[in-house]
Protein backbone atom coordinates (compact mmCIF):
# COMPACT_ATOMS: atom_id res chain seq x y z
CA UNK A 1 0.00 0.00 0.00
CA UNK A 2 1.59 3.18 -0.83
CA UNK A 3 0.68 6.23 1.08
CA UNK A 4 -0.58 9.00 -0.49
CA UNK A 5 0.19 12.47 -0.77
CA UNK A 6 -0.12 14.25 2.32
CA UNK A 7 -4.11 16.16 2.98
CA UNK A 8 -5.22 18.38 5.69
CA UNK A 9 -7.71 16.38 6.55
CA UNK A 10 -9.69 12.97 6.25
CA UNK A 11 -13.34 12.56 5.93
CA UNK A 12 -14.60 8.92 6.05
CA UNK A 13 -17.81 8.56 4.94
CA UNK A 14 -19.50 10.54 1.66
CA UNK A 15 -23.04 11.19 2.98
CA UNK A 16 -24.59 14.06 4.12
CA UNK A 17 -22.67 15.34 7.00
CA UNK A 18 -19.01 14.06 5.48
CA UNK A 19 -19.64 15.67 1.78
CA UNK A 20 -21.08 19.13 3.59
CA UNK A 21 -18.10 19.31 6.06
CA UNK A 22 -15.56 18.24 2.63
CA UNK A 23 -16.95 21.27 0.55
CA UNK A 24 -17.10 23.34 3.64
CA UNK A 25 -13.43 22.73 4.73
CA UNK A 26 -11.96 22.64 0.93
CA UNK A 27 -13.52 26.09 0.33
CA UNK A 28 -11.42 27.45 3.10
CA UNK A 29 -8.60 25.91 1.07
CA UNK A 30 -7.85 23.04 3.10
CA UNK A 31 -6.86 20.24 1.34
CA UNK A 32 -9.31 17.49 1.53
CA UNK A 33 -9.53 13.75 0.59
CA UNK A 34 -12.88 11.80 1.60
CA UNK A 35 -13.05 8.29 1.69
CA UNK A 36 -16.30 6.00 1.24
CA UNK A 37 -16.54 2.52 0.99
CA UNK A 38 -19.50 2.68 -1.57
CA UNK A 39 -19.32 2.72 -5.28
CA UNK A 40 -21.60 5.83 -5.03
CA UNK A 41 -21.09 8.87 -2.91
CA UNK A 42 -24.39 10.21 -0.86
CA UNK A 43 -26.50 6.71 -1.27
CA UNK A 44 -28.92 7.57 1.71
CA UNK A 45 -29.63 11.33 0.35
CA UNK A 46 -30.58 8.99 -2.71
CA UNK A 47 -33.35 6.86 -1.45
CA UNK A 48 -34.56 9.45 1.42
CA UNK A 49 -37.79 11.28 1.49
CA UNK A 50 -39.13 9.02 -1.16
CA UNK A 51 -36.53 9.97 -3.47
CA UNK A 52 -37.19 13.93 -3.03
CA UNK A 53 -34.75 14.42 -0.22
CA UNK A 54 -36.66 15.97 2.89
CA UNK A 55 -33.60 18.02 3.21
CA UNK A 56 -34.51 20.20 5.99
CA UNK A 57 -37.29 21.60 7.86
CA UNK A 58 -38.66 25.20 8.16
CA UNK A 59 -38.96 25.33 12.43
CA UNK A 60 -35.80 23.58 13.61
CA UNK A 61 -34.61 23.68 16.90
CA UNK A 62 -32.76 21.99 19.50
CA UNK A 63 -36.08 20.50 20.68
CA UNK A 64 -36.88 17.97 17.94
CA UNK A 65 -33.79 16.05 18.53
CA UNK A 66 -33.22 13.22 20.83
CA UNK A 67 -29.74 13.10 22.79
CA UNK A 68 -28.49 12.35 26.41
CA UNK A 69 -27.18 16.19 26.24
CA UNK A 70 -30.61 17.79 24.64
CA UNK A 71 -28.24 21.13 24.10
CA UNK A 72 -25.73 19.83 22.59
CA UNK A 73 -27.09 20.13 18.72
CA UNK A 74 -27.98 24.14 19.74
CA UNK A 75 -24.59 25.67 18.74
CA UNK A 76 -24.47 24.08 15.67
CA UNK A 77 -28.34 24.49 14.81
CA UNK A 78 -27.90 27.97 14.98
CA UNK A 79 -24.84 28.62 13.07
CA UNK A 80 -25.62 26.66 10.69
CA UNK A 81 -29.85 26.63 10.16
CA UNK A 82 -32.27 25.61 7.55
CA UNK A 83 -32.42 28.86 5.66
CA UNK A 84 -28.35 28.53 5.62
CA UNK A 85 -28.83 25.64 3.62
CA UNK A 86 -32.01 27.15 1.55
CA UNK A 87 -29.05 29.57 0.70
CA UNK A 88 -27.62 26.98 -1.22
CA UNK A 89 -29.96 24.83 -2.32
CA UNK A 90 -31.25 28.57 -4.10
CA UNK A 91 -27.64 29.43 -5.46
CA UNK A 92 -27.63 25.75 -7.22
CA UNK A 93 -31.27 26.80 -8.60
CA UNK A 94 -32.83 23.24 -6.92
CA UNK A 95 -36.09 23.47 -7.28
CA UNK A 96 -38.32 22.63 -4.05
CA UNK A 97 -41.57 22.67 -2.05
CA UNK A 98 -43.25 22.53 1.14
CA UNK A 99 -45.30 19.93 2.35
CA UNK A 100 -46.91 19.88 5.54
CA UNK A 101 -45.45 20.82 9.49
CA UNK A 102 -42.58 23.02 7.14
CA UNK A 103 -40.74 20.35 5.42
CA UNK A 104 -38.98 21.02 2.48
CA UNK A 105 -38.15 18.40 -0.16
CA UNK A 106 -36.81 18.36 -3.94
CA UNK A 107 -39.39 18.85 -6.75
CA UNK A 108 -37.26 16.76 -8.93
CA UNK A 109 -35.14 14.28 -7.46
CA UNK A 110 -32.60 14.06 -4.17
CA UNK A 111 -30.09 13.28 -6.81
CA UNK A 112 -29.93 17.34 -7.38
CA UNK A 113 -28.75 17.33 -3.60
CA UNK A 114 -25.80 14.88 -3.97
CA UNK A 115 -24.99 16.89 -7.33
CA UNK A 116 -24.92 20.04 -5.15
CA UNK A 117 -22.71 18.75 -2.65
CA UNK A 118 -20.74 17.30 -5.30
CA UNK A 119 -19.98 20.25 -7.06
CA UNK A 120 -19.30 21.87 -3.91
CA UNK A 121 -16.65 19.49 -3.34
CA UNK A 122 -15.15 19.80 -6.67
CA UNK A 123 -14.78 23.66 -6.53
CA UNK A 124 -12.99 23.31 -3.50
CA UNK A 125 -10.80 20.76 -4.54
CA UNK A 126 -11.94 17.73 -2.41
CA UNK A 127 -10.83 14.91 -3.81
CA UNK A 128 -13.76 11.87 -3.26
CA UNK A 129 -12.35 8.17 -2.96
CA UNK A 130 -15.27 5.53 -3.37
CA UNK A 131 -15.07 1.61 -2.96
CA UNK A 132 -12.41 2.39 -0.34
CA UNK A 133 -12.33 -0.43 2.11
CA UNK A 134 -11.34 1.11 5.55
CA UNK A 135 -8.89 -0.65 7.55
CA UNK A 136 -6.82 0.51 10.63
CA UNK A 137 -7.04 4.15 11.65
CA UNK A 138 -3.67 4.73 13.76
CA UNK A 139 -2.13 8.16 15.39
CA UNK A 140 -3.03 10.82 17.21
CA UNK A 141 -3.19 14.39 14.34
CA UNK A 142 -1.45 13.33 12.07
CA UNK A 143 -4.14 10.15 11.59
CA UNK A 144 -3.29 7.47 9.01
CA UNK A 145 -5.72 5.74 7.86
CA UNK A 146 -5.67 2.59 5.89
CA UNK A 147 -7.66 1.69 3.12
CA UNK A 148 -7.98 -0.67 0.23
CA UNK A 149 -6.99 2.01 -1.81
CA UNK A 150 -3.60 3.37 -0.35
CA UNK A 151 -3.57 4.84 3.10
CA UNK A 152 -3.82 8.50 3.50
CA UNK A 153 -2.39 10.56 6.33
CA UNK A 154 -3.33 13.93 7.79
CA UNK A 155 -3.61 16.08 10.79
CA UNK A 156 -7.17 15.95 10.79
CA UNK A 157 -10.08 13.24 10.77
CA UNK A 158 -13.62 13.83 10.53
CA UNK A 159 -15.97 10.19 10.99
CA UNK A 160 -19.21 10.81 8.95
CA UNK A 161 -19.81 7.74 8.54
CA UNK A 162 -23.71 7.79 9.82
CA UNK A 163 -25.38 5.52 11.59
CA UNK A 164 -26.34 1.70 11.45
CA UNK A 165 -29.78 2.29 9.98
CA UNK A 166 -30.08 0.42 6.45
CA UNK A 167 -27.11 -1.49 6.22
CA UNK A 168 -27.82 -2.62 2.55
CA UNK A 169 -26.91 0.39 1.20
CA UNK A 170 -23.48 0.85 3.68
CA UNK A 171 -24.37 1.63 7.10
CA UNK A 172 -21.74 0.26 9.53
CA UNK A 173 -20.74 0.54 12.92
CA UNK A 174 -17.43 2.11 12.54
CA UNK A 175 -17.96 5.29 13.72
CA UNK A 176 -18.68 3.95 17.31
CA UNK A 177 -15.66 1.00 17.09
CA UNK A 178 -13.37 4.09 16.12
CA UNK A 179 -14.90 5.97 18.97
CA UNK A 180 -14.42 3.52 21.04
CA UNK A 181 -10.65 2.82 19.93
CA UNK A 182 -10.22 6.09 21.08
CA UNK A 183 -11.42 6.11 24.73
CA UNK A 184 -14.49 7.80 23.80
CA UNK A 185 -18.25 6.37 24.88
CA UNK A 186 -21.14 5.37 22.77
CA UNK A 187 -24.57 5.61 24.08
CA UNK A 188 -26.11 2.54 23.06
CA UNK A 189 -27.36 2.58 19.45
CA UNK A 190 -30.83 1.81 18.73
CA UNK A 191 -33.15 1.84 15.70
CA UNK A 192 -35.60 4.92 15.49
CA UNK A 193 -38.19 6.33 12.94
CA UNK A 194 -38.92 2.79 12.96
CA UNK A 195 -42.08 0.93 12.48
CA UNK A 196 -43.44 -1.21 15.00
CA UNK A 197 -44.10 -5.36 16.00
CA UNK A 198 -46.50 -6.74 17.72
CA UNK A 199 -47.55 -10.23 18.62
CA UNK A 200 -50.58 -12.29 19.74
CA UNK A 201 -54.30 -11.31 19.79
CA UNK A 202 -52.66 -7.65 18.48
CA UNK A 203 -50.80 -8.32 15.49
CA UNK A 204 -53.74 -10.56 14.53
CA UNK A 205 -55.97 -7.36 14.43
CA UNK A 206 -53.89 -5.38 12.44
CA UNK A 207 -53.11 -7.95 9.84
CA UNK A 208 -56.49 -7.97 9.27
CA UNK A 209 -56.29 -4.01 9.36
CA UNK A 210 -52.98 -4.05 7.19
CA UNK A 211 -53.08 -0.98 4.55
CA UNK A 212 -55.57 1.14 6.63
CA UNK A 213 -54.19 4.41 7.57
CA UNK A 214 -56.12 6.74 9.83
CA UNK A 215 -54.84 10.25 11.60
CA UNK A 216 -54.65 9.90 15.41
CA UNK A 217 -52.46 10.63 17.90
CA UNK A 218 -50.09 8.56 19.83
CA UNK A 219 -48.25 9.19 23.06
CA UNK A 220 -45.28 7.22 24.85
CA UNK A 221 -44.30 9.86 28.28
CA UNK A 222 -44.63 13.35 27.63
CA UNK A 223 -43.73 12.78 23.55
CA UNK A 224 -46.74 12.66 21.46
CA UNK A 225 -47.21 13.06 17.63
CA UNK A 226 -50.35 13.88 15.38
CA UNK A 227 -50.20 12.30 12.32
CA UNK A 228 -51.10 9.37 10.57
CA UNK A 229 -51.25 5.54 11.82
CA UNK A 230 -50.73 2.91 9.11
CA UNK A 231 -51.60 -0.89 10.25
CA UNK A 232 -49.04 -3.28 8.28
CA UNK A 233 -49.27 -6.93 8.19
CA UNK A 234 -45.81 -7.23 11.27
CA UNK A 235 -47.65 -4.20 13.60
CA UNK A 236 -48.02 -0.30 13.29
CA UNK A 237 -46.04 2.24 10.92
CA UNK A 238 -46.67 5.55 9.43
CA UNK A 239 -45.58 9.00 10.66
CA UNK A 240 -47.18 9.03 14.12
CA UNK A 241 -45.83 5.71 14.66
CA UNK A 242 -42.28 6.67 13.27
CA UNK A 243 -41.83 9.86 15.95
CA UNK A 244 -43.10 7.29 18.84
CA UNK A 245 -40.59 4.72 17.95
CA UNK A 246 -37.78 7.25 19.06
CA UNK A 247 -38.71 7.62 22.35
CA UNK A 248 -40.76 4.28 22.98
CA UNK A 249 -38.72 2.21 25.96
CA UNK A 250 -38.97 -1.37 25.17
CA UNK A 251 -41.58 -3.25 27.43
CA UNK A 252 -43.71 -0.41 27.99
CA UNK A 253 -46.85 0.77 26.26
CA UNK A 254 -47.91 3.51 23.85
CA UNK A 255 -51.06 5.10 24.04
CA UNK A 256 -53.07 5.73 21.06
CA UNK A 257 -55.91 8.34 20.21
CA UNK A 258 -57.64 6.99 17.07
CA UNK A 259 -60.19 10.06 17.41
CA UNK A 260 -57.80 12.57 18.67
CA UNK A 261 -59.52 16.08 19.68
CA UNK A 262 -63.16 14.18 20.38
CA UNK A 263 -64.62 12.87 23.13
CA UNK A 264 -65.71 9.67 22.34
CA UNK A 265 -67.41 8.33 25.53
CA UNK A 266 -70.02 11.53 24.79
CA UNK A 267 -69.68 10.76 21.34
CA UNK A 268 -71.42 7.43 21.65
CA UNK A 269 -73.21 8.11 24.76
CA UNK A 270 -75.10 10.93 22.78
CA UNK A 271 -75.72 7.82 20.02
CA UNK A 272 -77.25 5.89 21.98
CA UNK A 273 -80.23 8.05 22.96
CA UNK A 274 -80.41 9.09 19.29
CA UNK A 275 -80.31 5.95 17.80
CA UNK A 276 -80.37 3.10 19.92
CA UNK A 277 -81.16 0.71 16.95
CA UNK A 278 -77.91 0.89 15.35
CA UNK A 279 -75.04 -1.48 15.29
CA UNK A 280 -72.39 -0.64 17.69
CA UNK A 281 -70.01 -1.14 14.84
CA UNK A 282 -72.37 1.47 12.86
CA UNK A 283 -71.84 3.94 14.99
CA UNK A 284 -68.16 3.91 15.33
CA UNK A 285 -67.65 3.39 11.95
CA UNK A 286 -69.01 6.96 11.29
CA UNK A 287 -66.05 8.41 12.55
CA UNK A 288 -63.53 5.19 11.89
CA UNK A 289 -63.06 3.56 8.68
CA UNK A 290 -65.43 0.23 8.35
CA UNK A 291 -63.33 -2.65 9.16
CA UNK A 292 -61.42 -0.74 11.69
CA UNK A 293 -64.62 0.20 13.62
CA UNK A 294 -65.67 -3.44 13.30
CA UNK A 295 -62.72 -4.76 14.83
CA UNK A 296 -62.88 -2.57 17.66
CA UNK A 297 -66.20 -3.01 18.33
CA UNK A 298 -65.83 -6.80 18.24
CA UNK A 299 -62.58 -6.12 20.76
CA UNK A 300 -64.87 -4.41 23.35
CA UNK A 301 -67.04 -7.63 22.70
CA UNK A 302 -70.17 -5.10 21.14
CA UNK A 303 -70.21 -6.23 17.29
CA UNK A 304 -73.80 -6.64 16.31
CA UNK A 305 -74.94 -5.44 18.96
CA UNK A 306 -77.66 -2.13 19.08
CA UNK A 307 -76.25 0.39 20.92
CA UNK A 308 -79.07 1.05 22.55
CA UNK A 309 -78.84 -2.23 24.30
CA UNK A 310 -75.47 -2.01 25.19
CA UNK A 311 -74.27 -0.59 28.99
CA UNK A 312 -72.69 2.21 29.37
CA UNK A 313 -69.93 0.76 31.37
CA UNK A 314 -69.28 -1.60 27.80
CA UNK A 315 -69.87 1.55 26.16
CA UNK A 316 -66.99 3.41 28.40
CA UNK A 317 -64.88 0.68 27.42
CA UNK A 318 -65.06 0.89 23.80
CA UNK A 319 -64.45 4.84 24.70
CA UNK A 320 -61.12 4.15 26.04
CA UNK A 321 -60.06 1.89 22.97
CA UNK A 322 -60.82 4.38 20.84
CA UNK A 323 -59.01 7.49 22.99
CA UNK A 324 -56.46 5.46 24.85
CA UNK A 325 -55.96 2.29 23.39
CA UNK A 326 -53.02 0.98 24.97
CA UNK A 327 -50.69 -1.29 23.14
CA UNK A 328 -47.19 -2.68 23.88
CA UNK A 329 -45.15 -3.56 21.14
CA UNK A 330 -42.88 -6.63 20.87
CA UNK A 331 -40.69 -4.84 19.23
CA UNK A 332 -39.30 -2.38 15.99
CA UNK A 333 -39.03 -3.59 12.48
CA UNK A 334 -34.92 -2.92 13.31
CA UNK A 335 -31.74 -1.38 11.28
CA UNK A 336 -33.22 -2.90 8.25
CA UNK A 337 -35.81 -0.25 7.72
CA UNK A 338 -35.36 2.21 10.72
CA UNK A 339 -34.55 6.03 9.42
CA UNK A 340 -32.65 6.71 12.26
CA UNK A 341 -29.95 5.09 14.48
CA UNK A 342 -30.71 6.96 18.18
CA UNK A 343 -27.72 6.88 20.43
CA UNK A 344 -23.85 6.90 18.35
CA UNK A 345 -20.99 9.00 20.10
CA UNK A 346 -21.37 10.45 23.46
CA UNK A 347 -21.75 14.03 23.22
CA UNK A 348 -19.60 14.74 26.41
CA UNK A 349 -16.47 13.88 24.77
CA UNK A 350 -17.27 16.17 21.90
CA UNK A 351 -16.69 20.00 21.54
CA UNK A 352 -20.25 21.45 20.38
CA UNK A 353 -18.38 24.29 18.87
CA UNK A 354 -16.19 22.33 16.29
CA UNK A 355 -17.55 18.69 17.19
CA UNK A 356 -14.02 17.53 17.56
CA UNK A 357 -13.50 15.08 20.49
CA UNK A 358 -11.64 16.74 23.56
CA UNK A 359 -9.12 14.68 24.13
CA UNK A 360 -8.34 14.17 21.10
CA UNK A 361 -8.73 17.90 18.79
CA UNK A 362 -7.75 16.43 15.35
CA UNK A 363 -10.65 13.47 15.85
CA UNK A 364 -13.85 15.02 15.00
CA UNK A 365 -17.35 13.05 14.60
CA UNK A 366 -20.65 14.59 12.52
CA UNK A 367 -23.71 13.82 11.74
CA UNK A 368 -25.67 10.64 12.18
CA UNK A 369 -22.57 8.69 14.23
CA UNK A 370 -23.02 11.13 17.19
CA UNK A 371 -25.83 10.64 19.72
CA UNK A 372 -28.07 13.14 18.17
CA UNK A 373 -31.18 11.81 16.14
CA UNK A 374 -33.83 13.94 15.05
CA UNK A 375 -37.27 13.81 14.51
CA UNK A 376 -39.17 12.78 11.21
CA UNK A 377 -39.24 15.60 8.94
CA UNK A 378 -35.98 16.68 7.42
CA UNK A 379 -34.50 17.32 11.13
CA UNK A 380 -32.02 14.84 10.46
CA UNK A 381 -30.18 15.60 7.52
CA UNK A 382 -30.80 19.71 9.09
CA UNK A 383 -28.17 17.77 11.92
CA UNK A 384 -25.88 16.32 8.95
CA UNK A 385 -25.65 19.85 7.17
CA UNK A 386 -25.02 21.71 10.72
CA UNK A 387 -22.63 19.26 12.27
CA UNK A 388 -21.09 18.70 9.35
CA UNK A 389 -20.60 22.59 8.51
CA UNK A 390 -19.01 23.47 11.93
CA UNK A 391 -16.36 20.81 11.44
CA UNK A 392 -15.62 22.04 8.08
CA UNK A 393 -15.33 25.34 9.77
CA UNK A 394 -12.90 24.42 12.10
CA UNK A 395 -10.69 21.43 10.76
P1 LIG B 1 -24.95 8.90 5.90
O1 LIG B 1 -25.52 7.57 6.21
O2 LIG B 1 -25.68 9.81 5.00
O3 LIG B 1 -23.50 8.72 5.28
C1 LIG B 1 -22.56 7.85 5.82
C2 LIG B 1 -21.56 7.47 4.73
O4 LIG B 1 -20.51 6.74 5.33
C3 LIG B 1 -22.16 6.61 3.65
O5 LIG B 1 -21.83 7.12 2.40
C4 LIG B 1 -21.54 5.24 3.90
O6 LIG B 1 -21.34 4.50 2.70
C5 LIG B 1 -20.22 5.62 4.52
N1 LIG B 1 -19.69 4.58 5.39
C6 LIG B 1 -20.33 3.92 6.38
N2 LIG B 1 -19.49 3.05 6.96
C7 LIG B 1 -18.30 3.15 6.31
C8 LIG B 1 -17.06 2.49 6.46
N3 LIG B 1 -16.89 1.54 7.38
N4 LIG B 1 -16.06 2.82 5.62
C9 LIG B 1 -16.24 3.79 4.68
N5 LIG B 1 -17.39 4.44 4.49
C10 LIG B 1 -18.42 4.14 5.32
N6 LIG B 1 -33.56 12.35 6.98
C11 LIG B 1 -34.15 13.53 6.67
O7 LIG B 1 -33.85 14.54 7.29
N7 LIG B 1 -35.06 13.58 5.64
C12 LIG B 1 -35.41 12.49 4.90
O8 LIG B 1 -36.18 12.59 3.94
C13 LIG B 1 -34.83 11.24 5.27
N8 LIG B 1 -35.20 10.11 4.62
C14 LIG B 1 -34.59 8.92 4.94
C15 LIG B 1 -34.97 7.74 4.28
C16 LIG B 1 -34.37 6.54 4.61
C17 LIG B 1 -34.83 5.28 3.91
C18 LIG B 1 -33.36 6.49 5.59
C19 LIG B 1 -32.68 5.21 5.98
C20 LIG B 1 -32.98 7.66 6.26
C21 LIG B 1 -33.60 8.87 5.94
N9 LIG B 1 -33.24 10.05 6.61
C22 LIG B 1 -33.86 11.22 6.30
C23 LIG B 1 -32.12 10.08 7.59
C24 LIG B 1 -30.87 10.62 6.89
O9 LIG B 1 -30.68 9.94 5.67
C25 LIG B 1 -29.63 10.43 7.77
O10 LIG B 1 -29.87 10.94 9.07
C26 LIG B 1 -28.43 11.15 7.16
O11 LIG B 1 -28.13 10.61 5.90
C27 LIG B 1 -27.21 11.03 8.06
O12 LIG B 1 -26.12 11.61 7.41
P2 LIG B 1 -24.65 11.11 7.71
O13 LIG B 1 -23.78 11.83 6.76
O14 LIG B 1 -24.37 11.16 9.14
O15 LIG B 1 -24.68 9.55 7.32
Known amino acids: ?119 ECGAGGAEIVLEAKVGAVTGDGPFRVATSRGTYEAAALVVATGGLSLPKIGASGFAHALAGRYGLSVVAPRPGLVPLTFTGADLALMRDLAGIAVPAEIRFGKARFREALLFTHRGLSGPAVLQISSYWLTGQSIMVDLLPGQDAAARLLERKGQRPNAQVETIVGELLPARLARALAERAGLLGRPIGQSTNAALAGLARLLSEWPLVPAGSEGYRTAEVTLGGVDTAHLSSKTMAAKSHPGLSFVGEAVDVAGWLGGYNFQWAWSSGWVAGMSV
Open 1 to 119: MSLSSPFDVIVIGAGAAGLMCAAIASARGRRVVVLDHNDQPGRKILVSGGGKCNFTNRAVTPAQYLSANPHYATSALKRYGPADFLDLIKRHRIAFHEREHGQLFCDNSAGDIVAMLLS
